[in-house]
Every structure is written in C-alpha cells, then in structure tokens.
C-alpha cells in the first residue's frame, strides 16, 4: 500500500519545479514503533528501499527518530540535552535553529518509554523571512510562523486579528476597538468612549460634557450651560454678529435675566439688565471705577460717602439756586418791633417802636 501510493503521487508531481528542486524529490516513508518485551525497536519501509522492510534497534533510548533534516539536527539536539534541556524543548529550539524555506511548519513529535507513548505537535519557532531560494527569488517573504510580506493582496474574505495599516485606506470596513469603547461603522459613523484628542479641528459636531442636566454643549448654535434641571442659564449664540458678541444670561425659570454685549462694532461694552447688582465681599479692596463716569438716571447713596469732590458747576442747577438765594438776601429788609423798657434800671429812659433793618451796600 505504502509503495502503491508513493507511485501514483510521484507520477502525478514528479514535474512539479517544487519537488525538482529539492535534493532527494519526493520523500515518503512509514516507520512503526513498538516494543518487543521492553525493548524499542522501530521498522521502516521508506522510498529508497523500495519499502523494503527494515527493523533497527536504537542504542540510545531517548531519541531514535527522526524526520527532515535529522542528520543536521542530531548533534545540535544532543549537545543541548546534555546542557540540561528538557527533550522536548532541545527538539523545538534545535529545529528553530536550522528552520530555513525547505524545513518549517508544524513539528509531529512522539515520544517513547516503556509505559507511554507522548505525542506533541507545534510550530517551528523561525521568525525569518526568506527572499531568495534556490537562487530565486519569491514573489513574497514569509516565515515558518506564518508572518508574511507581500507587494499586493487581495482577498474576498480574511479574518484579520492583529493589523497594522502604513500609507493605505480601510474602505467600506466597521472597527470595534475594547468591546465597544471605540467604534466606527461602516457608515462613517464614530463612538469612542474616554479618548484624549491631540490636535486637529473638529466641525459641525455637538461636543458637550454631559448627555443630560448639568453640563455645558458647544455646536453650530452656539455655546450654552444648563443647570441641573436642563434649563439653559447661559448663551453665546451664533444666530447674529450681536448674537456672537454677547453673552447672556437667563434665571432658573428660563427668563432672560440680562446680558454683557458689544454690539459688534461699537467700541463699548454694555452690561444690561432691569436688575445689575455689582459687588465687592472685600472692603480692603472695593469696587474702582475708572474714568469719566456718566450716570443717566436717579442715583441713591444708602450709605456714607467719603472723598466725594464735586464741583458747584458740576451740579445741574445748583449754582443758579445760589444765586436766587443771595439775591434775595442782599435785597431784603423788614420791620423789627421792640416793646419799651429800660434795661430794669428806672433811672434810664424808657424806649422803644417799630424799626425797620438795612442792607448791606
């Protein structure tokens, strides 16, 4: 049976430029291992003996088999057991050593003792990538751990878990980075979920610290703050250059409560509202009003009011009240009346009458 399919395989491959190219062609073999009252022995029918039957006893229990490339691998194998590898990692690293295009894939490992039969299968660990074999060069690079490196793939379907993408596009794909946390679909749409931005300019979207109650939002409209009860107590709008150069302010209740506006290009700043209340907690350092002050409307002074230094005519008038006042005085005269006496002495004359007082000159 062995020798009866290693015909029909080499008639069917024996032009393959592959198997031309390796140095004994196509290679195919049994070997049985087995035990003949506690002693290993193993039997071969391979290729060239014409699966002749060959029975071999091995004189070193440990390792008495091999596949591809054993005469290479035997002193390398030996030299590390005897380092103190355990067999079955000395096997792995030494095919890794010696892994080139021609040895590589998976390593079918069997070990033998009188009691068990230990069977082991794992990649060989080579990492390198191999442009030329046999003098030729590969349309690709790839390793023995399947890590490869190609000028053009195209694929209609592929399952990519680890990727990384240099001076390309991803077209018509969705991500999920962390079970949710970062999303894109395939739409365009973007999730992400506590991300820092670096850099960059953002457009047209709604950027807002919260979905609901307190928080602050930034769009297209404008900038707004809300309270707790979702009720917009601060605004910047966006709708008007007025709009832009204000910022207003509303009560608990949504009622506009004021506002701090420009009015584009006036030069001044006006702050409006029907009730302006400007404080100062700290009495070492009040409230400082720099300038000419206009005040145009009725002023109240509730409290004491010190280094006040205000000019005659600078009071609407209060100087032509003055005048009136002393123009009265200079004018004026009347009649003093004094009943007759004597100052309590009898000896004096007794007078008195009806004067009338002068002016000045």
């Not at 070997?31 to 290729?47: A, L, N």
């Not at 290479?72 to 079955?88: F, M, Q, R, T, Y």
């Not at 309590?344 to 007794?350: E, I, K, M, T, V």
């Amino acid at each position: 049976m062995a020798r009866e399919c290693y015909s029909t395989f080499k008639a069917a491959n024996e032009n393959d430029p592959l198997y031309q190219a390796l140095e004994h062609g196509i290679e195919l073999g049994v070997i049985v291992h087995e035990f003949d009252e506690g002693v290993p022995r193993y039997i071969q029918m391979v290729y060239d003996t014409d699966f002749d039957i060959r029975v071999t006893q091995p004189s070193n229990l440990d390792f008495f088999s091999f596949g591809a490339h054993s005469d290479d691998i035997l002193p390398i194998l030996i030299a590390k057991v005897n380092a103190g590898v355990e067999v079955s990692s000395a096997v792995e690293q030494s095919y890794a050593e010696i892994a080139d295009a021609s040895v590589g894939g998976r390593l079918q490992g069997f070990r033998f003792s009188n009691e068990t039969l230990a069977h082991s299968n794992v990649w060989i660990n080579d990492k390198t990538a191999y442009s030329m074999w046999k003098g030729n060069r590969l349309p690709c690079l790839a390793d023995m751990q399947g890590n490869a490196v190609m000028n053009k793939l195209t694929a209609n379907s592929a399952q990519i878990n680890s990727s990384d993408f240099n001076n390309g596009a991803i077209v018509g794909s969705s991500i999920n980075v962390g079970n949710g946390k970062f999303k894109v679909d395939t739409a365009g749409n973007m999730y992400t979920e506590g991300s820092t931005t670096v850099g960059g300019t953002i457009t047209g979207s709604l950027i807002r610290t919260a979905a609901s109650g307190r928080r602050v939002e930034l769009d297209t409209q404008g900038l707004r703050s809300y309270d707790t009860a979702g009720v917009n107590r601060i605004r910047i709008n966006t709708g008007s250059d007025n709009g832009i150069a204000a910022i207003s302010f509303y009560g608990s209740g949504g009622a506009s409560a004021g506002e701090i506006n420009s009015y584009q290009n006036s030069g001044g700043l006006s702050i409006i509202s029907s009730d302006v209340f400007i404080g100062s907690n700290n009495t070492g350092n009040p409230i400082r009003l720099q300038g000419a002050v206009t005040i145009d409307g009725t002023v109240e002074f509730r409290r004491e009011v010190t280094g006040l230094n205000v000019g005659i005519g600078s009071v609407t008038g209060l100087q032509t009240q003055l005048d009136a006042i002393w123009a009265k005085l200079n004018n004026h005269t009347h009649d003093i009346t004094l009943p007759t006496h004597n100052h309590g002495n009898s000896a004096n004359q007794n007078w008195g009458g009806t004067f009338t007082s002068s002016r000045s000159a």
